[in-house]
């Protein structure tokens, strides 16, 4: 492929493609995301591509792996098009039948249709599904269509062509001008004014300038920049390489996690392909502009994901956070100008010099424009990733786009913003998901990581766990952190083992207080929201942890005991056969009794007493009843079974 | 250089532009507790005791003095009771990780600090200001000695645990150190002495100041006579005076 040399190859390239393409041609595609392939996708493709050789249908019908659909929670996912028919859970063993009976005589195999929980309704296509029908996915709506290792796919949906408007019709100011106006804020945590940092970085002094895209996504249980390197990479370098042009730079880093070697992959592969189509290196589509990109592998470190550790990482140096006083649009990697935006951040910026600043300063709140993508997991019934309008309601993504609760447990709270962010209450939930209101609720957007906690959740032991989390990533550079996480974790450890002690709360706040106000980076500064936010909202439940050495949701081990309720007993002996400790007692007939002394609190007995006798009760905050004496255990009567 | 005037503690004082904070600070006399500040080596803003108040418009932060630039107009509080809480807990947070290094026990009476609250987490002199492997790194130009691990986990030492000859026992490390947590150079010397083939260089010849002088004093460094006469003339630890361009034998 011979490189570009003008805008106008560029169209007629994608007119000649689209001519080339025969809309009617029946193609499979198949997600092929992260979430997708854990279901084993990889199979299911191959064999579809094994069936279509056999059946002899190469010529017509097309296969393609695509990348993350978003709706993690029914995979593997394949969607045939044109008809747009959505099939979930798709084992190889299905893809004989799909292609017999869809592709050859146009039905619909029933069984693979995504099937309301609630209602039962079956959706045919994509569109129809709950899930996907109450989201507005603007960035990550293309994954579905494109082979990320094709630039063809994205071409053809009207890709680089913003980098041809931007390079020709438009000048770096005014290109600024335009993201300032559209009102974009960094998907990456902070939120601050992407036009304001391009235009400080613009106008910081020095000829050698640098952007960089952070992909070291690292909160537990959050995966959007990943699926979106991932599954549309394109869309990543087109946004930077118009950032670059923008603010006058001409070498880009993308810093991306060694972890997500699909990403890894899909990036050099990407990176070639724009290359040799002219959208990188010198004189890019004819206009005299030179841009080139590195990538640079994280060798796994959460704080590298902060601008100055990561730039720091990039250095080659350990990964550790300096000083932001003077900012890094200033002095950055090797102290020149740097300019350093979110994934997410970067694939906005195509949408907005394609479809203009006010066009996109209409979706969204007064200060939070966009849409924003959220990983929507935890207890919640559709996981996956979502992509929904800045203002829209927590309960709005939990209930209409998660679909709920499992098992019709009740909610308990929602945890935004990966481990630095806070708990939100179920008392909350209507509030709007913007990152004003989100701080003011003592929780941020992050990244936009979205973890649901139903009943049986601990707010203590959450709290607990992702300071356990923080303690293992923070750098150790700064006393606050290091040290104050080091305490509240020890505090909080001693609370859930039922040690805890009159005055540990404000204890803990106080030390929030000043890991908050006093750390270096933003790590620290946020490390205390956890335990600020689950003080704030669920006080009572730490109460109830130190003072009455109770926990409400029976979850600290130290706190609970199992405990079989003798007259609901029917001596079926499953839980006695799966103790692995061997503390339960009984027999045939003789009701079962646990061993407080050799019960190690594994849960395993409350888990396999059947529903229908629920004889197995987690006590906590009292003690626990004496034991049945032997002679009053035997079962005497016992129904004869029914013969039939 | 340019001039510029700033408020700290309602007092207007005059710095010249590209100073910190607490540079503008010390040269009029005002002090503010630090632990890993050294004139010696860039600010590293890492034990955050030199935390003051930044009195802006709306709203006031907390900022490091050490790494803060002063500038034109601003109001810093170094006494506020917000810093004098933070400094407490700091305090509080080091001595549960040091309880026995003097400096951080005087300064937490400074402070208030009564009984400890906090649990004894280890009982350590190392703060990890970071001050050695800086001064190591920033003023001998070897890198001798370096962090080792991360969050709680972090220790100074050799790569890989092991003793090396890149480190020449300068004794800069010691120096700086604030609670003394790195002394045992003669220990350390000895140590490598013990090792077969290991050559150590003087710092004098290294650096070019002194050349093909050998030691009287058998590699005691930081008592041999060189050492002490440059001491004496610069007042300062020779690892320290002795400036790049002439470490570099420019």
């Known amino acids: ?644 | 250089m340019k001039e510029i005037t700033l408020t700290i503690d309602g007092r207007e004082l005059k710095a010249q532009e590209g100073m910190t904070i607490l540079e503008a600070a010390q040269e009029a006399g005002i002090t503010i507790p630090t632990l890993c500040y050294h004139k010696a080596v860039s600010p590293s803003g890492s034990c955050r005791l030199c935390t003051v108040e930044l009195v802006g418009s709306g709203k006031t932060r907390l900022v490091t003095a050490c790494t803060y630039p002063a500038e034109q107009g601003i109001v810093v509080k170094t006494n506020s009771a917000t810093v004098k809480k933070t400094r407490k807990m700091l305090l509080e947070l080091l001595l549960a990780r040091c309880p026995n290094v003097p400096i951080l026990q005087q300064l937490a009476r400074d402070y208030g600090v009564e009984k400890p609250r906090l649990k004894k987490i280890k009982d350590e002199d190392c703060i990890l200001c970071g001050l050695c492997t800086q001064v190591c790194q920033e003023r001998m130009g070897v890198s001798a000695i370096n962090f080792v691990g991360r969050g709680v986990n972090r220790t100074v030492d050799f790569p890989f645990e092991r003793m090396w000859d890149v480190c020449v026992a300068c004794g800069a490390c010691t120096y700086v150190c604030p609670t003394g947590h790195i002394q045992n150079e003669a220990h350390k010397v000895a140590q490598l002495k013990r090792q077969l083939g290991i050559q150590r260089k003087c710092r004098y010849m290294l650096m070019g100041a002194v050349s093909n002088k050998l030691c009287p004093h058998n590699y005691e460094c930081w008592r041999c006579e060189y050492d002490q006469r440059t001491e004496y003339r610069l007042g300062e630890h020779p690892a320290l005076a002795l400036k790049l361009a002439q470490r570099q034998g420019r």
């Open chain 1, 1 to 644: 492929m011979a490189r570009l040399q003008s805008p106008a190859e560029l169209v007629d390239l994608r007119k000649h493609m689209l001519a080339k393409r025969d809309t009617e041609r029946p193609c499979i595609t198949i997600c092929s995301g992260t979430g997708c392939r854990a279901y084993a996708s990889e199979t299911v493709s191959t064999a579809f591509e094994k069936e279509i050789k056999k059946q002899g249908l190469e010529d017509t019908v097309d296969v393609k792996t695509t990348g993350c659909h978003g709706f993690c929670e029914k995979g593997p996912l394949v969607v045939i098009l044109p008809g747009e028919i959505c099939y979930v859970q798709v084992k190889p063993t299905d893809v004989a039948q799909i292609i017999s009976q869809t592709l050859m005589e146009n039905k619909i195999v029933d069984h693979l249709l995504y099937t309301d929980p609630v209602t039962g309704e079956k959706a045919v296509h994509e569109s129809e599904i709950p899930f996907y029908k109450n989201q507005t996915r603007l960035v990550f709506g293309n994954n579905s269509k494109i082979d990320p290792t094709n630039i063809d796919d994205y071409i053809v949906l009207g890709g680089y062509s913003a980098l041809s408007k931007a390079l020709f019709e438009m000048t770096p100011e005014e290109i600024i001008a335009e993201v300032k106006n559209s009102g974009l804020r960094g998907r990456g945590g902070g939120g601050f004014p992407t036009g304001r940092k391009w235009e400080e970085c613009r106008h910081a002094p020095g000829d050698i300038k640098y952007v960089i895209v952070n992909a070291d996504e690292g909160d537990p249980g959050a995966y959007m920049d990943r699926s979106l390197l991932e599954g549309n990479p394109h869309s990543v370098l087109e946004g930077l390489i118009v950032g670059a042009y923008a603010i006058g730079s001409h070498v880009g880093y993308i810093y991306v996690r060694e972890e997500y070697p699909l990403a890894v992959e899909n990036v050099f592969i990407a990176l070639k392909q724009a290359e040799e189509y002219g959208f990188l290196g010198t004189n890019i589509l004819g206009s005299g502009f030179e841009f080139y990109i590195k990538v640079h592998r994280g060798a796994g470190a959460f704080v590298s994901g902060e601008s100055s550790a990561l730039m720091t990482a990039l250095e080659g140096r350990v990964g550790e956070p300096r000083p932001k006083y003077i900012h890094t649009v200033i002095s950055g990697i090797w102290d020149k100008p740097s300019t350093l935006n979110n994934v997410e951040t970067w694939a906005n910026v195509p949408l907005i010099i394609t479809n203009g600043a006010e066009w996109y300063a209409s979706i969204g709140t007064e200060g939070s424009k966009g849409t924003k993508i959220f990983s929507l997991v935890g207890k919640v019934n559709n996981t996956g990733l979502v992509e929904v309008p800045m203002g829209t309601s927590l309960r709005d993504i939990i209930y209409n786009i998660g679909g709920g609760i499992p098992e019709g447990k009740k909610f308990k709270a929602v945890q935004t913003g990966g481990p630095s962010g806070g708990c939100i209450p179920e008392s909350l939930i209507d509030s709007p998901v913007d990152f004003d209101e989100l701080s003011a609720l003592g929780s941020m957007m992050g990244s936009g990581g979205m973890i649901v906690m139903d009943e049986d959740t601990c707010m203590v032991d959450t709290a607990r766990y992702f300071l356990d989390f923080l303690a293992d990533e923070s750098c150790g550079k700064c006393t606050p952190c290091r040290e104050g996480i080091d305490q509240m974790l020890t505090i909080l450890t001693h609370i859930t083992e039922g040690e805890g002690q009159d005055g540990d709360i404000e204890l803990l706040e106080e030390i929030a207080e000043v890991t908050k106000n006093a750390s270096l980076c933003a790590l620290g500064q946020t490390a205390a929201n956890p335990v600020l936010s689950t003080i704030r909202y669920f006080r009572d439940e730490y109460e109830a942890h130190i003072t009455e050495k109770r926990c409400p949701a029976g979850v600290c081990k130290a706190l609970i005991s199992y405990y079989i309720q003798p007259d609901k007993c029917k001596a079926c002996l499953i839980c006695l056969k799966n103790c692995p400790s061997g503390a339960i007692a009984g027999g045939k007939k003789q009701i079962h009794i646990i061993d407080q002394g050799r019960c190690i609190k594994c849960g395993i007995c409350f888990d396999v007493c059947p529903q229908r006798f629920s004889a197995v009760k987690k006590i906590s905050g009292r003690p626990v009843p004496p034991p049945t004496p032997i002679e009053a255990r035997t079962i005497e009567e016992r129904k004869p079974r029914r013969k039939q």
